[in-house]
């Protein structure tokens, strides 16, 4: 069997959710759970939950900003106003507020319900998380929308300039939680006490403004060279995302950080070409990234980088035998 198809195939039998399931009910109770424990021990605060405008729902869903007015109880999104979508507003996130002080619960419960279902369909979209996460503060959503699109406006160290980075998008985000800016963390969060949202498969995190800047560091810490190539690396990540499940490949636990560690060894090896760095993490998720380690495969990867010819086309020259030995090599301890 080739290297390709066993990347492929192997995992084929296994079930996995598939994002047209319309809610998760565990995960409701989660959320529900957590906002609620958050609710009483901080009863000035609002929860907000954040819209991403670059990654709408089409424009009859009930959660589409155009909709939200119309309900029986009307929600009035705060646009968040990132600075590189200023010319069209309506691709701008937005802050809608489910819960503020004095509320017995939340006014519009059936909206909360949408906004969580929403979360978990479009958890590992191609097109990105509409429903970027929940958002604790004592701060009314003026406040916070306002914080969120300065706090964004970074200065790109690969490119040399300043840029809107949308860290609140969850990929974005459980990335950078995953390293060691507490610091810049903290900045970051601002009036924000706690940010909720879903990883690609659909765990809810927590980042928690006391649980950050505990380490010491300077609280001026800016993202170094290494977090900007992470956060560049996120398109050809969702791309990886994507295939894995095309092909019903589990998604790894922390899932962000697994599929930018395998498109970082990809990229050390001087691949670039998408079709290149998604076999390249099918084979790293379903044999063991030890298999580019192999004197084979390294060859098929020099002739993909100065041929015309992808690396799974250059592996499909390579006897069965050599295929099986790739297939089966393991990294050193």
Known sequence: MRIQERSLNKQASRSIETVTNMNNPSLNEEIRAALFQLREAHPHCHIHVLLDGNHPCFEGDPLHLHQLAKREIPANPIIVPRADY???PSICPALVTLHSPGDRGYPDDELFDLAIAHAWRRRASINGSYVAGWLVSEKPAKEVAAHIAESCELFDLLNGRRRFLPLFEPHRLSLLANTDRKSFLHRWLGPISHWL???????????????LNRDGTSPGEQLEQRDWMMQHRVADARLVAMAMQEAQHRLPSNPEIAIDASLKRAKARG???TEDLIFTALNDFSLSAGWADHLAAQW??????????????????????????????????
């Not at 949202?197 to 649980?211: E, I, K, P």
């Open 86 to 88: 200023l010319h069209d």
């Open 300 to 333: 098929a990867i020099e002739q993909a980088l100065v041929g015309e010819r992808s690396l799974s086309k250059v592996m499909t020259t390579l006897p069965d035998e050599i295929l099986n030995e790739i297939a089966n090599n393991r990294p050193a301890d």
């Open 271 to 273: 691949l670039q070409r």
């Open 197 to 211: 949202w879903l990883d690609l498969n659909g765990q809810l995190n927590n980042l928690a403004a006391h649980d």
